[in-house]
């Protein structure tokens, strides 16, 4: 029975553990000398930099010292640290001599403090840390004055209950420690081979650990196995199975180990749990469980199953949920495992009448199948933790590319296959029509999904991204949503939608079908997907903020008459152009345009109808060009054409075709011509001002010819003539 200050305690880390989750702020808690009493929902950012030893000292100068500047101000201080987020540190104490002090926040409230903070996670300072660990935790809020609430909280509940913190313990230690609970009996692991968690840098050293649990275990069974002959023939069977599950996968294990306690127990109705987050939830099953199709999921009070491990027991768990009111609810047994302290699965048995004896030996067998099952687990954790790195390379790799045509595509199959899909689609959130947009589909028959105009995402992905909740779907026709259209050729049930946000702002949603193996998406899944998506929302963030960039940039090197490109951007691309084309040996053709007797047009018609004429040369000029060729306003009544992988008789055939444009297009005063020059390069033209030169050299000649004409740079003459 816990005493009164233990209960006191507990509603303090309770009630700020509760706190910190609704609000999304972290709280921590200090002692003086920045003694951490209770930590709640910490920022995964600091609590990476906090205990490195290049940038602990950085946030020394900012939350090491929160408790002095707190203190002796009597009350609370907001601050912004050296990473862009921010804090409110808060005096606590209810009036008596401030004993405690808690940091509140360590949230980023400015965009440009997240963004620059992955910035330097991607490339910068802060590359050095895993990205997965680093991007865990994130948190973000609107405005900092959006901690306000969770201030006033901290300070009502202080003065509502003035002996709450005066009556901790004066340790400087989590009240709630994670040390290994004490089990009295000759099963537990020998207390020299424990170590906690803080002690284990890797996960290699983590399985070098239970290994060596492993072992010791084994030593303790032949002791027993020696002391009581009646139990040899069980610790055998044991000892068989356990050796024989170090050449399975994890999921192999899980069942093999479920087949061994139905033939061993004489057992038909098992589930394996397995914790994820705050939920056991079933993993496999056998027997009547899978045939009923049972998803268990289970709550958890931690507090509840240690004391079930402590005290080698089994929970009773009742379904009252019954169909009929006349009926028995349903009871299953939960056997909780536990490895280091933690609960992290659990063994549900379905079937009815279990004896004690039988159930004292299933508890027993949880007990020594703990660590065997913890390093197959790690040893996968292992392989998914590489896996995931590689994944995460690929992605910042990507942001080199972050302008090229095929982003959202490459980025979405990079998705799909770190998430082992065969098919993925990435809607994204336009904010003006409030509608999901299609930027890239993946996989067979995604052109089905391109061609989907009306309603695009409404069946899934809308809900999806309004609840912020990511769905994960074992079998759509058992969940109540519509299925897809036939055309769409699904072949699978099974799939996963995840919102994609930041902070609060919506930016869309990435769905995920159709799993390689052909098993069914579940959460394990979906924590592997949780780990990529800050950088997927952050590329998809930082893409749009570069697509924004380029508009405004576009209008600094655009013409506000013509609607054109101006001639600073055209000399900036045709350097770009001319290295490719001497790099790779592809042709390139330049081409000068002028209009005929212009300041005549102007003199006779006055300078507003000038630009007028203007527009329609540039519109004409619009309409015939391909995709690929850019026009610019050179100055004045001069164009500038540049014509990417073009040899010098396809330019000629291209500047026909514009000079005829012009020639037949209706002007509103007078018929307008246009003469040309076109130059292309060479071993002899080779840089901008060679092909600029030889360009206007010919268009030079075309007016001397008549005007309303094309001519060609004739690169041995012309060259000698003109000295180029």
Same mark, same amino acid.
């Given at each position: ?178 040390? =290994? ?118 709550? !958890? ?60 030996? !299933? ?154 193996? #052909? ?20 590329? =998809? ?43 790779? #040996? ?54 500038? !054409? ?22 037949s297009t209706v002007f509103p005063n007078r018929q307008v011509t246009i003469s040309l020059g076109i130059a292309s390069c060479s071993q002899i033209i080779c840089n901008p001002h060679e092909l600029i030169s030889a360009a206007d050299k010919a268009l030079y000649r075309a007016k001397n010819a008549g005007r309303n004409n094309v001519q060609v740079f004739e690169e041995m003459s012309d060259s000698k003539r003109h000295g180029i």
């Amino acid at each position: 029975m816990k005493n009164n200050k233990h209960r006191k305690e507990n509603s303090w880390n309770e009630m700020q553990d509760d706190l910190a989750a609704e609000n999304g702020a972290a709280i921590i808690l200090l002692r003086e000398n920045n003694l951490v009493q209770h930590e709640s929902n910490n920022n995964s950012i600091c609590q990476t930099l906090y205990s490195s030893e290049e940038f602990a000292p950085e946030c020394e100068k900012f939350c090491g010292a929160a408790y002095k500047i707190a203190t002796e101000a009597g009350e609370a201080v907001e601050y912004e640290c050296y990473a862009g987020m921010v804090c409110r540190a808060v005096p606590l104490g209810a009036g008596e001599k401030n004993q405690f002090v808690a940091i509140v926040g360590r949230t980023f409230t400015k965009a440009s403090n997240y963004r620059q903070a992955t910035e330097r996670a991607v490339s910068g300072d802060w590359s050095q840390f895993p990205p997965t660990k680093f991007f865990e935790n994130v948190l973000l809020k609107s405005s900092a004055n959006d901690l306000n609430t969770v201030v006033k909280r901290l300070e009502s509940f202080d003065k509502e209950n003035p002996a709450v913190l005066t009556n901790l313990d004066v340790k400087g230690e989590p009240i709630e420690s994670d040390k =290994i609970i004490e089990k009295p009996n000759e099963w537990e692991i020998p207390a020299d081979t424990r170590k906690t968690t803080a002690e284990i840098n890797t996960l290699d050293q983590l399985i070098s650990q239970f290994s060596e649990a492993n072992a010791q275990t084994a030593i303790v069974s032949d002791k027993i196995n020696q002391k009581n002959s009646r139990d040899a023939e069980e610790f055998a069977a044991w000892r068989s199975l356990f050796s024989s599950l170090y050449t399975l996968s994890y999921k192999q294990a899980c069942d093999s180990i479920l087949q061994f306690i139905s033939e061993h127990y004489n057992l038909k109705s098992l589930a394996w749990l397995e914790r994820w987050e705050n939920r056991l939830v079933t993993v496999q099953n056998l027997g009547e469980l899978n045939h009923q199709q049972v998803k268990i999921s289970i709550s !958890i009070d931690d507090s509840l199953l240690k004391e079930a491990v402590r005290n080698e027991v089994c929970l009773e768990l009742r379904d009252d949920n019954s169909e009929s009111k006349n009926s028995e609810p349903h009871i299953l047994q939960l056997f909780p495992i536990a490895v280091g302290g933690e609960v992290r699965s659990g063994l549900v048995v379905g079937d009815a009448g279990v004896n004690k004896k039988k159930k004292r030996q !299933i508890v027993r067998f949880c007990q020594n199948i703990a660590s065997e099952l913890e390093i197959l687990r790690l040893r996968e954790e292992l392989t998914r933790r590489g896996w995931l790195a590689q994944a995460v390379q690929k992605f910042n790799q990507h942001l080199d590319d972050i302008d090229s045509e095929d982003f959202w595509s490459r980025l979405t199959q990079i998705s799909a296959e770190l998430m082992r899909a065969e098919r993925s689609s990435l809607l994204l959130l336009d904010e003006k029509s409030d509608s999901l947009i299609l930027k890239a589909a993946i996989g067979s028959n995604a052109d089905a999904i391109r061609n989907e105009k009306k309603n695009l995402g409404e069946r899934v992905a809308r809900q999806v991204l309004d609840s912020g909740k990511s769905l994960v779907v074992a079998d759509i026709d058992k969940i109540g949503l519509q299925t897809a259209p036939p055309d769409w050729k699904y072949k699978s049930k099974s799939f996963i939608s995840y919102p994609l946000t930041i902070g609060s702002r919506k930016i869309g949603v990435l769905n995920l079908t159709d799993k390689i193996d #052909g098993e069914n998406y579940n959460e394990f899944d979906l924590e592997l997907l949780n780990n990529i998506v800050p950088q997927f929302a952050v590329l =998809i963030d930082r893409a749009a903020l570069k697509h924004k960039a380029g508009e405004f940039e576009q209008l600094s090197v655009t013409d506000a008459l013509t609607g054109l490109l101006n001639r600073r951007y055209l000399e900036e691309r045709l350097a770009e152009e001319i290295k490719r084309s001497n790099r790779h #040996g592809f042709p390139m053709s330049f081409m000068m345009i002028d209009v005929d007797d212009f300041k005549s047009y102007n003199d006779n018609y006055s300078h507003p109808e000038g630009d007028r004429a203007l527009k329609i040369v540039a519109e004409s000029l619009k309409v015939t060009l391909r995709g690929a060729d850019i026009a610019a306003r050179y100055g004045g009544e001069e164009f500038s !054409i540049l014509l990417p992988q073009t040899t010098p008789d396809e330019a000629k055939i291209i500047a026909e075709r514009i000079r005829e444009k012009v020639a037949s297009t209706v002007f509103p005063n007078r018929q307008v011509t246009i003469s040309l020059g076109i130059a292309s390069c060479s071993q002899i033209i080779c840089n901008p001002h060679e092909l600029i030169s030889a360009a206007d050299k010919a268009l030079y000649r075309a007016k001397n010819a008549g005007r309303n004409n094309v001519q060609v740079f004739e690169e041995m003459s012309d060259s000698k003539r003109h000295g180029i």
